[in-house]
Structure formats: C-alpha cells, structure tokens
T-cell receptor
Framework: DARVTQTPRDKVTEMGQEVTMRCQPI?????VFWYRQTMMQGLELLAY????????DSGMPKDRFSAEMPDATLATLKIQPSEPRDSAVYFC??????????????FGPGTRLTVL | KQEVTQIPAALSVPEGENLVLNCSFT??????LQWFRQDPGKGLTSLLLIQSSQREQTSGRLNASLDKSSGRSTLYIAASQPGDSATYLC??????????FGQGTILTVHP
C-alpha cells in the first residue's frame, strides 16, 4: 500500500530552535509539495518540486524556511530559527505529473509543529 | 491567481439525507478539480478527481461534477451516514500539479 510518510508526526520546540521535517514521497512520483495548514489561513502551498528541482517556493518565508530534495526518496522542510507563528500542521504530498495525466496528489499524515 | 470558495462553511444533517457541497473557482483555465476529505487531526484523503475535460466522476455514494464555464463544482453525497462526518475540501489544480484549496465545509451527520 503506497503512502506518503512524514516524520516526525509531532514536534514541540522552543522559539529560536531549528526544526527539520522529513517526507518520503510515493515511489515513482515526480512531484512533491509542502503545505501548511492553520485555522486562520487554511491550506497554503509553501513549495513544490518536480523531478527534484524546486519549481516554486514563493509561499515560503525565505529568511527562515528552506526546502530541499536530497534524493528522489526524501524531501525536507527546515525552519531556522523557528517562531511561535510557525505553529501549524505541515503536510507533504506527492503526485505523478505527466503530460495529459490527471496529476492527482496524495497527502501524508502531516507534522504538527508547536513552537513555544 | 486562482481563488477557491466553498459554501456552506458548515452543514449539519440527519442520517440518510442526500446533500450537496459547493465549490467555486475564479480561474476557468483549471486543469483538474480534486475533492478531499479530512478527519479531525488527520491528513487529507483524496475522494474524487475531475479532469477539465470531464463533467463528473462517481465513487460509491459520492458524485462530483465540474462546470468550467460557470466556475463551479459540486460534491453530492447520497444517503449520508454518521461516518461521513468530516471536513470536505475542494482544490483547483494546474497542469503542473499546484493545488489551490478552499476553506472547506465541515459536515456533521447525526444519527
């Protein structure tokens, strides 16, 4: 049963600390997305990759957030330094984007981040 | 820029009722429209995906329609059950997979 996995599932940290969230996309998928969900803003796209190349990270605060794909099986989202306003659930999703394909996205379970 | 709106924000119905959730989008150059379900504290589960060339998709008691010209999609749930209680999200997609989400409809089906 192919699934997107994310670690950690929950993270509590203090303001100023570095936070790294990891995602393993579904094997064979060529697109990876990072979303943030809050009560106020709903689901927002932070960044996405196609064939490991970053296509758009305009949704991320550039001074503190960074997203990478070291290899096809791992995507990371890093916050340094973290702030209380970063508290949210961070979702990773993957999909197979092919010309004429349906581009369906599959979501991981999320990482619930609390910054004190 | 694509904007997606869902109404109503919340809906409470008795078990067995048929119901319709609405989704509207501003950019008709949509590649696809995807409906998701989210249970409290959980991730998103894909329910139905409609390509821009399609008018509707069906899965079990769920039927989703897409009208690009009017910028609308509906999710029809037949014979609702308490297990259908969740937040339902629609999202408009681009050809390279970028999704823009609505704020969701919180559905409660009471016995």
């Amino acid at each position: 049963d192919a699934r997107v996995t994310q670690t950690p599932r929950d993270k509590v940290t203090e303001m100023g600390q570095e936070v790294t969230m990891r995602c393993q996309p579904i094997l064979g998928h060529n697109t990876v997305f990072w979303y943030r969900q809050t009560m106020m803003q709903g689901l927002e796209l932070l960044a996405y990759f196609r064939n490991r190349a970053p296509l758009d990270d305009s949704g991320m605060p550039k001074d503190r957030f960074s997203a990478e794909m070291p290899d096809a099986t791992l995507a990371t989202l890093k916050i340094q330094p973290s702030e209380p306003r970063d508290s949210a659930v961070y979702f990773c999703a993957s999909g197979l984007a092919l010309a004429g394909g349906d581009n369906e996205q599959f979501f991981g379970p999320g990482t619930r981040l609390t910054v004190l | 820029k694509q904007e997606v709106t869902q109404i109503p924000a919340a809906l409470s119905v008795p078990e067995g009722e048929n119901l319709v959730l609405n989704c509207s989008f501003t950019d008709s150059a949509i590649y696809n429209l995807q409906w998701f379900r989210q249970d409290p504290g959980k991730g998103l589960t894909s329910l139905l995906l409609i390509q821009s060339s399609q008018r509707e998709q069906t899965s079990g008691r769920l039927n989703a329609s897409l009208d690009k010209s009017s910028g609308r999609s509906t999710l029809y749930i037949a014979a609702s059950q308490p297990g259908d209680s969740a937040t339902y999200l629609c999202a408009g997609g681009t050809s390279y997979g970028k999704l823009t989400f609505g704020q969701g409809t919180i559905l409660t089906v009471h016995p």
